[in-house]
């Protein structure tokens, strides 16, 4: 069984998401406090298969180094990944959401029914992005409300929501 771990870390508060399953890991979002992380990796005594990022802003990517020096094989996943992964125990699906950065995705976990969202969309609210990515924002966000309803989403700062939730109380969602 799936299990999530979060880790609100650094001055921006980033959600470092550690997800496991048999004893295999992923890690999402290493933004800062490396070894915290570690720590917290090393207590569960968790094997990391790999590291996925969502973009590669620095309260996202503050640890990643440290993270990737310590668990040299494992792969990193981000938005150049292929849209189709599966690792050992994990299965997922990578999303372009090109808007608050161009090289912002999410990852989507089918079978749990879970998505880590990063700076796309947060609990009533979403990303900033610059007047150029107006239209490129839109167009992600119009993707992003065909999902399922009872999809999970877990985003880089915040508490978690879903997909209906937000397409019913997201303001930023209304008329799309």
Do not use: Q, W
């Not at 959600?15 to 999402?28: D, V």
């Not at 590291?51 to 150049?80: M, P, Q, R, V, W």
């Not at 065909?146 to 915040?158: E, Q, R, S, V």
């Amino acid at each position: 069984m799936l299990k999530i771990e979060c880790i609100v870390n650094g001055d921006l508060e980033e959600n470092c998401y550690i997800i496991h399953n048999n004893k295999c890991a992923l890690i999402i979002d290493p933004g800062d406090e490396g070894k915290r992380i570690i720590k917290k990796i090393d207590t569960l005594k968790l094997k990391v298969l790999g590291i996925l990022i969502t973009h590669y802003h620095f309260d996202h990517i503050g640890a990643l180094d440290e993270i990737k020096e310590k668990y040299k094989s494992a792969i990193i996943y981000d938005y150049k990944s292929s849209t189709h992964n599966e690792i050992e125990c994990f299965k997922f699906k990578k999303i372009n959401n090109f808007g608050h950065t161009m090289d912002s995705c999410s990852f989507l976990f089918e079978r749990e029914n879970i998505m880590f969202t990063g700076d796309f969309v947060f609990y009533e609210s979403i990303g900033n992005y610059i007047e150029e990515n107006e239209i490129i924002m839109f167009n992600s966000l119009k993707e992003f409300v065909k999902l399922k309803d009872d999809i999970k989403i877990y985003p880089g700062h915040g508490l978690s929501s879903s997909v209906g939730f937000e397409k019913r109380n997201n303001y930023f969602l209304r008329g799309i």
